[in-house]
């Protein structure tokens, strides 16, 4: 039983950019960390430095890359163009 909700939540949290949070969580806590999981915010690579940063984020917490805020709202990460 443990194994099948460890499972679930590995599916839930892979979708959302977390799938070893997401293994451990319904693992550990059952339906409670499949909850847990689902409500979290999705994250994205950094295409300029590979690091995770949370989905509509207009610049990375690692390299300081500056992102197209609207873009970044859906997930897509362009670089700012200079003004």
């Known amino acids: 039983m443990f194994l099948v909700m460890g499972m679930i939540g590995y599916a839930i949290g892979n979708q959302k950019g ?3 949070e997401g293994f451990f969580a319904g693992l550990l806590l ?3 960390g499949l909850i847990f999981i689902a409500l979290r915010k999705p994250r994205i690579k ?19 890359a500056a992102f197209d805020q609207q873009l ?12």
């Open 46 to 64: 950094c295409p300029e430095c590979g690091g995770w940063i949370e989905k509509g984020i207009a610049y990375c917490n690692h390299c300081k």
């Open 30 to 32: 059952g339906v409670i």
């Open 72 to 83: 970044a709202a859906n997930g897509i990460l362009k670089k700012k163009e200079a003004s």
């Open 18 to 20: 977390r799938p070893v």
